[in-house]
């Protein structure tokens, strides 16, 4: 077991001792403890190898014990049991937002609730208002923090959905019964939130495929098992459906079953235009529903469809009858963003504030990973939370990033970090830093991270104040939304992007999971009046250099092209338009 994981029960140990009633020093321990190890630079199997973890400060005897155990043999049966004796119903309370271990034990002691169902019952009849602690305002709260969890428990990230699917896929491909095979739904259309996972695949052996689907490995449970389809539900819950047919139905049934619904009734009404009938099986020459094969009008992919239906391909990202038919009719598709066209991301942390790694570390990542620049744009000091930095130490990292960037150009690498900082947009619009310090900085990113609800005007006039400032470069996670998790603050986001189109001011596009803001439905309004886009990873930790690929799929949902996302400019040219703003209002 790794150290993220053996953090991760540490953590769940802590939760478990709470709703117990355990002494919370107890309680902290564990807490501390996963902190720690999420903190740790080293490898954990070579500090337990080496017999090093008395070493560290506040790991205890038994905490010794235990994280050995994790890492050596992956279980440790003192977790088990804890977890075997609480009824699994607490652990799902824990998720309703405003509920914690104290008012979870407190509902299991006094009222002897145990699953989210007595809970939403006890609150209805009113019981839940009584107890020490609560109120009426607290159980509504409660209440609507039951519903908000049960419309959401059946979606889930992109991102999480694709680290499932990709293995499965390619592994479906190399089945030999399997002539093509390729997702569809939501996740092929790069959705940021999706309800299943559908996967098509074409064959002359269908049965074959459906067995060797159902045996992937992962599966908790087979749902549905037919001769041509299959449901299966993932770690997580995720529900994922397999669907094979033949081969000259596969591209047929591949643009049925991507959808979306909206584009679908869209496509099958030129179809009728036409004289024609289409449906998952065919594109017929008939006037009512058909899918005799002699009527049949071939296609051997996606392209040939949208040919007979005058209009050029549509990419899957595209397909949500958001303007798609007016720009295939006139051939006016744009081509689309690549992620590899991406060269760094420009809004990163590091150990400075509330990332993991060094910045030494973090540029020989980056480096190594073949990217040209990677901007460390720390917090300001208004976010102690995030050990935000006071302009004397960002001064002091302005001198390391130097230092850095020297051996770099010393051993003939390219690769550059950029300095910079995330500066926090105060109340009334107002900056962390002052201007002559922004000045100093390659990149400026401007976000808002605290005083969520003050309003949309409010919140909107310190979106658009920061967006004036001609040391800004760009504003952060416009909405501050977290996917299944916080609703975005409110705020007239196309006022912020008319303002960020007159001040020649970038938005960024959040490439963060449960993140990936400012929304794909606004980006093609933005860029038609000139609003240009930074796909950013807002990484914490290298791992997360992965989100550029995240972010640029979601891009594609956008519409955005290359020449839209200014960090796709090698290093030169992107030097030059950082001092495009300053040149002309500073
Ligand atoms: P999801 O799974 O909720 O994130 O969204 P989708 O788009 O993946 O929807 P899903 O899995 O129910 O079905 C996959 C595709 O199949 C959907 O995008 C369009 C097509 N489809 C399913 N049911 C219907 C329908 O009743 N009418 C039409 N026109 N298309 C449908
Ligand atoms: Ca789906
Ligand atoms: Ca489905
Ligand atoms: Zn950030």
């Not at 007595?118 to 609507?144: S, Y």
């Amino acid at each position: 077991m790794n150290k993220d994981e053996v953090a991760q029960i540490l953590n769940e140990i802590g939760t478990l001792l709470e709703l117990k009633g355990e002494n919370p020093f107890k309680t902290r321990a564990y807490v501390n403890a996963a902190r720690t190890l999420e903190g740790m630079t080293e490898s954990l199997e070579k500090v337990v190898t080496e017999n090093r973890l008395g070493e560290i400060k506040g790991f205890g005897e038994a905490l010794q014990d235990k994280i050995t155990k994790l890492v050596t043999t992956g279980s440790l049966p003192y977790y088990d049991e804890l977890k075997a004796s609480i009824p699994p119903g607490l652990l799902e309370m824990l998720g309703v937002p405003g509920l914690g271990p104290k008012k979870v034990k407190a509902l299991y002691e006094k009222l002897n609730i145990t699953t989210l169902d007595e809970l939403d019952a006890a609150c209805k009849a009113g019981k839940v208002a009584g107890l020490d602690g609560f109120g009426e305002k607290t159980q509504q709260k409660i209440c609507e923090g039951i519903t908000f969890r049960r419309t959401y428990a059946s979606r889930h990230l992109l991102s999480d959905a694709l680290v499932l699917a990709e293995p499965i896929l390619d592994s479906l491909r190399s089945h030999p019964d399997v002539i093509r095979c390729s997702t569809a739904g939501s996740l092929r259309r790069n959705k940021e939130v999706i309800g299943d996972i559908d996967f098509l695949a074409s064959s002359k052996n269908p049965t074959a495929v459906i067995e060797f689907f159902c045996q992937q490995p992962g599966i908790l449970n087979t749902s549905a098992k037919g001769d041509t389809k299959a449901s299966v539900i993932l770690p997580g819950g995720i529900q994922a459906d397999l669907r094979v047919v033949s081969d000259s139905e596969f591209p047929f049934a591949l643009a049925y079953f991507t959808g979306s619904k909206e584009h679908n009734i869209v496509m099958r009404q030129r179809a009728i235009n036409r004289g024609l009938r289409l449906n998952e099986y065919g594109l017929f020459r008939s006037d009512v529903e058909t899918r005799d094969p002699l009527l049949l009008v071939p296609c051997k992919t996606e392209e040939e469809i949208f040919a007979q239906l005058d209009l050029a391909y549509v990419p899957p990202e595209l397909r949500e009858d958001h303007g798609e038919f007016l720009a295939a009719e006139k051939n006016e598709i744009p081509r689309l963003i690549e992620w590899t066209e991406l060269k760094g991301s420009l809004h990163n942390h590091s150990n400075w504030s509330d990332g993991r790694n060094s910045l030494e570390e973090i540029a020989r990542h980056m480096s190594d990973l073949g990217c040209a620049y990677w901007a460390i744009t720390d917090h300001s000091k208004s976010s102690p939370q995030a050990n935000g930095l006071y302009p004397e130490r960002l001064r002091q990292q302005l001198v390391e990033v130097c230092k850095i960037n020297e051996r770099f150009a010393a051993e003939a690498n390219e690769f550059r970090l950029l300095t910079g900082s995330e500066v926090d947009i105060l109340a009334g619009g107002k900056l962390d830093f002052e201007d002559d310090l922004l000045a100093e900085l390659d990149v400026v990113v401007a976000s808002i991270h605290h005083r969520f609800s003050e309003g949309e005007a409010e919140t909107t006039k310190r979106l658009i104040a920061a967006a004036e400032n001609p040391y800004v470069h760009m504003l952060g996670h416009l909405t501050g939304r977290l996917l299944l998790e916080r609703e975005p603050y409110k705020v007239n986001q196309h006022a912020v992007i008319d303002a960020c189109a007159a001040t020649g001011t970038w938005i960024e596009l959040n490439g963060c999971p449960d993140r990936l803001d400012m929304d794909w439905r606004l980006w093609h309004y933005a860029t038609s009046i000139g609003v240009r886009c930074v796909i950013n990873c807002d990484a914490h930790r290298l791992e997360s250099a992965g989100f550029l690929r995240l972010g640029a799929g979601v891009a594609r949902k956008g519409w955005l092209t290359k020449a839209d996302v200014i960090n796709t400019l090698p290093l030169p040219d992107l030097m030059v338009e950082l001092k495009k703003k300053r040149g002309k209002t500073g």
